[in-house]
Every structure is written in structure tokens, then in C-alpha cells.
């Protein structure tokens, strides 16, 4: 089983079917060929015995997104990836994770007395007890940012990260909500006020991003207990990070802060958004999530007592945001590249050609999940880390392989407590001015926001 690129442009989309039928099938965007997998089988068998030089990041999206992640983690590739991850995996050790783990609780606080005072200033919420209506969708992403923020820099140069932040959600726009002609030749020239756009304002980041690396080179109070200061200190401090006195140099430490800004933000912030979401839609597995937390928490005066340890008494909590990753994947899909000829059985991959590896597709597969597969049922992680599904493969919410996601512990941090923190307080009705459309922007988003009745307990 065979397919090669045409040697000549085309501007053609073709499917060509294998055994794998309607799963696994070549398309074209412009003159490059992708080759669509939803097949967990073969994405097993290429992540088994493909060599990690065999296969990259396609060059035409590395190209289409350098304004916003440069050659950070999630494009780099080769002997420049592992030094990279190498560095950088120390950083997200338990160690280091305990220690902002109380900035996420400020932040997490600060929105809850922001959506009180919403409440207690609003008449009609005060006189019938029903609430006020929230984009909660907006207030999730703002706190995610604002932990990223603490998280990345300290907090000592808040106003910095909030730009870089605004900015990163500005580039995400220009390059995700027009239309793009990724693979069509010069199709850069086809929007060039666009093409503009996003080169400016990935130039103001990084600006923005460098002078922060400096001033703080030129600081005599750096504890490096940031992601900042470790990235500059060679990737732990004593944790296992550097090799000999390997360091990230500036601008690779701008790439991954970029990196690190968009995608543990957005990742995070989605998982939760789309938790509310399905929370809302079922109200028992709230009144379940909430008895969790007063049960096996300790409060004082109505406020549960959060610490990283405690977190993994919430087995209940993992199980909904395992089934909320499963139907509402935060990363839609993962891509990759044939690097050299990839002969795997029957099935022979060219050099060049493009993959996609459409993990809500297989997310939602029924002959993977059952007839109940587009169902949210928690309870089918109760005792399976991959919700019964009939193949290991087939549940990838932080990817696979050595790339799988190098934050995915934070996520898990961050989610337990934001969510802890937001039950202990408010119960959630869907608003009937939601509008259900999830749209791929680089990562699923909803594309209305998700407007959310937000009562007090």
C-alpha cells in the first residue's frame, strides 16, 4: 500500500482510502499532501517504530506560526528538541510546582470576588437569588493568564506579561480567524495586511520579552524560582536540568516563554471553560464535585484548605476532567512530518508528506468508546485511565510519544484548584443566550464565549 505526492502542483483536495476506510485517507492543502490518521492502530505502530528523526513539525505551519512560538518546545525538533526538553522538563518538577502553587490560589480568589461583587451589585440577583450572567469562558482564560503571568515572571513585572498576554491573543487572531492559504504557494501574499499584522506584532513580543530577560539579568534579587528564572538558569537549579553548563541563550528563552505564555494558558483555561460548560449541563456532577471537596478537604470558615498534596484525594475531580479532555480536547489534533521515507507493513509514507492526527475524531469514535461516546459519563474513568476505551491509543488529550505535553503536571495543578475554589462558592446554570459551536483557533475553542448563570451557594 503505497501513495506518492504528485510531482507537480495541484490545487486538487483528493481522498484516497486504505484499509483503515474513512479513518485513514490523503488530502491536499495546496500542494501539500497530508496524510489524515484517526486510526489509534496506526498512530501506534508510527510512534513504535518510526526513530524521532524520522518525523517533525510540518514545515508549513512551523513557517505559518513562527510570529507566536519561534522555535520554541512545540516546534522544535531533532538534537535541537531534546536539548530543549532536557532543560526544561525540571522546571515543571514537583518541587518547583509546589512553590506557585499559592499564586494560583490569589488568582483563583481575586475572580471569585470579582463574580461576588457582580452578584451583590446586581438588584435582581440580590432580590431572587438567581445570579448574575458571566462569560465565563472570558474570566477563565483572564485568570489563566494572570497565573501564567505569576508563574512565568513572579509577578514582579505584571504589567509586561499582561501585554505579552494581550498581544499573543491579538497574534492567535490575525493568524487562526481569517482566511489562510496554508500550502498554496505565496499564499502569505494573498493577505499581506494580515501577514502584517502578525509579523508585528510577534516582533512586539518578543521586545517585550527580551528587555524582561534583561532586567532581570540585571536584577541582584532574583531567587529564580519562576519559569523565567529557571529557564535562565539552565532549566532547575540543581534539579537535573542542564548538562555541564548548557543554557538556553535569549532568544531561545523568548521562544519558550512564548511558548509557554499561549500554550499553558490557553490549554488550562480551556479544560476548565468547557468543564463549566458540561458541569452546567449536568448539575448532579456538581452537587457530586462539591461534596468531594467538603468531604475530603479541610476548611476553615466555609474556605477549603488547598495544598498540592491534598489534590490527588479528588479522585472524582480527575474523572470529570478526564471526560471533559476527552470531548473537548484543548489540542484538536496533532501534526507531523515524514523527515525521510517511513515504510511501516503495508503502508509506505514519502518524504515530505504531512500528518494529521485528528484526536477529536478518535475521541469520539464509537467503535472505540461505545454507542454512549458522545455521552459525558465521568464514571468511565473510574477504574480505567482510558475511560474503557478499546484502545491506549486512542485517548491523547496532552499528545503521545516523548512530545507528549511537558506542562501537562501544571494543568493538572492549576485545573484542581481554579475549579476547587470556583465549586466551593457558586453553582452553574447554562444561559439560554449559549450558543453551542466549538471552533478550532489553533486549540477548540468555544466560538460565542460561554455565557454561564452564576449563583452563590
Same mark, same amino acid.
Request: glycine share 8%; with cysteine; aromatic share 10%.
Given at each position: ?40 492502530? !496506526?498512530? %501506534? ?16 505551519? %512551523? ?13 522544535a525538533e531533532g538534537h535541537h528538541w531534546v536539548r530543549h526538553r532536557h532543560l526544561i522538563a525540571p522546571a515543571f518538577s514537583p518541587l518547583n510546582l509546589k512553590s506557585v502553587a ?17 452578584? *451583590? ?8 437569588? *438567581? ?10 482564560? @483572564? =485568570? ?93 537549579? +540543581? ?33 476548565i471553560t468547557w468543564t463549566l460548560m458540561l458541569l452546567a449541563l449536568h448539575p448532579h456532577w456538581q452537587i457530586q464535585l462539591r461534596h468531594e471537596i467538603f468531604q475530603l478537604l479541610?476548611?476553615? *470558615?466555609?474556605?477549603?484548605?488547598? /495544598? &498540592?498534596?491534598?489534590?490527588?484525594? !479528588? ?29 511501516? @507493513? ?5 518524504? +515530505? =508528506? ?33 475511560? +474503557? ?30 475549579? =476547587?475554589?470556583?465549586?466551593? %462558592? ?13 471552533? &478550532? ?6 466560538? /460565542? ?9
Amino acid at each position: 500500500m503505497t501513495f506518492t505526492p504528485p510531482s507537480f502542483p495541484t490545487f486538487l483536495v483528493g481522498k484516497i482510502h486504505t484499509e483503515f476506510t474513512g479513518k485513514v485517507f490523503i488530502y491536499w492543502l495546496g500542494t501539500e499532501p497530508f496524510l489524515y490518521i484517526a486510526e489509534p492502530e !496506526l498512530v %501506534k505502530k508510527m510512534s513504535t517504530h518510526v526513530m524521532a528523526k524520522c518525523w517533525g513539525k510540518p514545515n508549513v505551519f %512551523k513557517d505559518d506560526r513562527y510570529p507566536m512560538f519561534g522555535t520554541g518546545l512545540v516546534m522544535a525538533e531533532g538534537h535541537h528538541w531534546v536539548r530543549h526538553r532536557h532543560l526544561i522538563a525540571p522546571a515543571f518538577s514537583p518541587l518547583n510546582l509546589k512553590s506557585v502553587a499559592s499564586r494560583m490560589v490569589d488568582c483563583a480568589n481575586e475572580m471569585i470576588m470579582r463574580w461576588s461583587t457582580q452578584i *451583590n451589585n446586581s438588584a435582581a440577583a440580590a432580590a431572587g437569588g *438567581n445570579g448574575v450572567i458571566i462569560d465565563v469562558e472570558k474570566e477563565i482564560i @483572564e =485568570t489563566s493568564g494572570e497565573i501564567i503571568a505569576k508563574t512565568c515572571f513572579g509577578g514582579t513585572q505584571d504589567e509586561d506579561a499582561k501585554q505579552v498576554l494581550q498581544k499573543l491573543r491579538a497574534l492567535q487572531t490575525a493568524l487562526f480567524k481569517s482566511t489562510r492559504y496554508v500550502g498554496v504557494p505565496f499564499g502569505r501574499f494573498f493577505n499581506v495586511k494580515k501577514t502584517l499584522e502578525a509579523n508585528k506584532l510577534g516582533a512586539e513580543i518578543d521586545r517585550l520579552l527580551f528587555s524582561v530577560i534583561r532586567a532581570r539579568k540585571e536584577s541582584k534579587n532574583d531567587d529564580g524560582i519562576d519559569l523565567l528564572g529557571l529557564l535562565m538558569n539552565g532549566g532547575g537549579g +540543581g534539579g537535573g536540568g542542564g548538562v555541564g553548563n548548557d543554557v538556553l541563550t535569549e532568544r531561545e528563552v523568548v521562544d519558550e516563554c512564548k511558548t509557554f505564555f499561549f500554550g499553558g494558558h490557553e490549554t488550562t483555561a480551556l479544560a476548565i471553560t468547557w468543564t463549566l460548560m458540561l458541569l452546567a449541563l449536568h448539575p448532579h456532577w456538581q452537587i457530586q464535585l462539591r461534596h468531594e471537596i467538603f468531604q475530603l478537604l479541610p476548611h476553615h *470558615n466555609n474556605n477549603p484548605f488547598l /495544598h &498540592i498534596n491534598l489534590l490527588s484525594r !479528588l479522585k472524582k475531580m480527575q474523572w470529570v476532567m478526564n471526560e471533559a479532555l476527552r470531548l473537548y480536547p484543548p489540542a484538536p489534533n496533532v501534526q507531523r512530518q515524514a523527515r525521510e521515507d517511513i515504510q511501516i @507493513e503495508g503502508l509506505m509514507v514519502p518524504k +515530505g =508528506t504531512n500528518m494529521w492526527i485528528d484526536v477529536v475524531a478518535m475521541h469520539h469514535d464509537k467503535e472505540l468508546w461505545g454507542e454512549d461516546a458522545n455521552e459525558f459519563k465521568p464514571e468511565r474513568f473510574m477504574e480505567d485511565v482510558n475511560g +474503557g476505551c478499546k484502545h491506549k491509543m486512542g485517548y491523547l488529550p496532552f499528545g503521545f510519544g516523548g512530545r507528549m505535553c511537558v506542562g501537562r503536571n501544571l494543568t493538572f495543578m492549576e485545573y484542581k484548584i481554579v475549579l =476547587t475554589l470556583v465549586l466551593s %462558592k457558586f453553582s452553574f446554570k447554562l444561559s439560554t443566550s449559549y450558543h453551542h459551536s466549538p471552533s &478550532i483557533m489553533l486549540s477548540l475553542r468555544p466560538s /460565542h464565549g460561554l455565557p454561564l448563570v452564576v449563583q452563590p451557594l
